[in-house]
């Protein structure tokens, strides 16, 4: 998706506004339909697999917290780079190509976990990572610049709904075929290049001069001195750490807690379940009352559900409903933690100044650099302390993600725009 002002219709200077002398344009419902399959089944291989079921498959070949902690920073740092060159490879080559590019990587990446021992299995990590990080951002702002502006943070959560299929079936999958053998390589590589074909459907976008790195650098200023650009950024950095941290490391969590490889397959579509039921209501609440608003309640809900797990339940009376609360509370953990994402995204496209493309990439890289420190250091306390340490880590970063919004909005109400929790 080029990155420039000039290919941002909704913010080009000049762009005649929609009214009786000047009707809005057609939506192109049919590039829509087409890049949200195309997310669909990308994210199954390139997340659901790569990022959810391969650790679980790590750990079942004897890796452990620390080394898990290291893949999985693997695959988040290896989205960077391809983050920061997907809107320069849109420029020039069009995002359909970029997008092509990216599941490629991905096949490759797959090819390589399986026939490497580690830890050349990091190798394949990062690539993995920087196969998503092309896609994610030569398609995603290329699907929302085209979508009604009032409806997008709507859109967003339909997307982000969509796209967290993938942690449900991707487990499930494995769970069925089996988590210890070769059938999770061939389940991602399947849809990885299914994903190519609804490619096809989607009207591209034409390449463009490239912007300005000074231009660039003007329009992300600008854009930090929006509110909801910063909410953004507060949701991506916290966020990303905690959701790569629950991705990447609940495996180890729940086996030493006494739970079978199948069963915590399960528990990872559970969560899947989670984030897909709960992503539109997410984007509903941030339209509705404000991204600061629903990155609030999400925070504070993830950190309960995060005690919840940790605690042992020991009291007589809970004995019984035990599994059905372990159930309810990684249900909730997984809409709760998938919501950062949207949200940080959804802050990204309504910040009014630069451009949709830029300023979802900023998010999306601040998302992801984090999501490179998160399960790096939890592996880490994991290992010198106990696997339970990753719930607690959990619920002190939401909490710590709760409380820099407040204070930020409690800034932003004092400041002369007044913009508060919005």
């Avoid at 949200?36 to 390139?46: D, E, K, P, R, Y």
């Avoid at 809107?87 to 797959?110: D, E, F, N, Y």
């Avoid at 950024?233 to 966020?239: F, K, M, Q, S």
């Amino acid at each position: 998706m080029p990155a420039d002002m000039s290919i941002d219709v909704a913010r080009t200077a000049g762009t005649p506004v929609a009214g009786p002398m000047n009707p809005a344009p057609a939506i192109d419902w049919r590039t829509i339909g087409a890049l949200n399959a195309v997310s669909t089944l990308a994210q199954i291989g390139q997340f659901g697999i790569a990022f959810v079921v391969l650790p679980l498959w790590l750990a079942a070949q004897g890796l452990d917290a620390s080394q898990l902690g290291l893949f999985a920073a693997s695959l988040w740092f290896g989205q960077l780079p391809g983050l920061a060159m997907a809107p320069w490879l849109c420029r020039r080559i069009g995002s359909r190509w970029v997008v092509a590019a990216g599941l490629l990587c991905t096949l490759l990446a797959l090819a390589l976990i399986a026939g490497a021992a580690w830890p050349a299995a990091l190798a394949g990590g990062a690539l993995a990572g920087f196969g998503l990080g092309l896609r994610w951002i030569g398609l995603e702002p290329w699907l929302y610049r085209i979508a009604p502006a009032g409806a997008r943070g709507r859109l967003v959560g339909f997307h982000e709904t969509l796209i967290a299929l993938a942690p449900i079936i991707a487990p499930l999958l494995a769970g069925r075929f089996g988590v210890r053998g070769p059938a999770v390589f061939w389940i991602g590589a399947g849809f990885t290049v299914l994903a190519m074909l609804p490619l096809a459907w989607a009207h591209d976008v034409a390449a463009t001069a490239p912007q300005p790195l000074a231009t660039a650098a003007s329009g992300l200023r600008a854009a930090w001195r929006e509110g909801v650009f910063r909410q953004g950024v507060a949701i991506a950095l916290i966020g990303g750490m905690i959701d790569a941290a629950v991705a990447g490391l609940f495996a180890p969590f729940a086996l030493w807690r006494g739970v079978s490889d199948s069963q915590t397959a399960d528990l990872l579509a559970v969560f899947g379940v989670g984030g897909l039921v709960m992503q539109y209501g997410v984007g509903w609440l941030a339209d509705r009352r404000g991204v600061g608003s629903a990155a609030i309640a999400c925070s504070v809900g993830a950190a309960i559900v995060a005690l919840v797990l940790v605690l042992p339940l020991a009291l007589p009376l809970l004995l019984p409903l035990r599994a059905p609360i372990v159930v309810a509370a990684v249900f909730l953990l997984g809409g709760f933690v998938t919501a950062f994402l949207t949200l940080a995204i959804v802050a990204g496209t309504l910040t009014a100044a630069g451009s949709i493309a830029r300023n979802v990439s900023a998010v999306s890289m601040l998302y992801t650099a984090g999501g490179g420190v998160g399960p790096l250091g939890a592996g880490m306390v994991m290992k010198a302390w106990q696997p339970d340490a990753l719930m607690w880590l959990i619920a002190a970063a939401a909490t710590v993600l709760a409380g820099v919004l407040v204070v930020g909005a409690v800034d932003s109400a004092r400041s002369p725009s007044g913009r508060g929790l919005g």
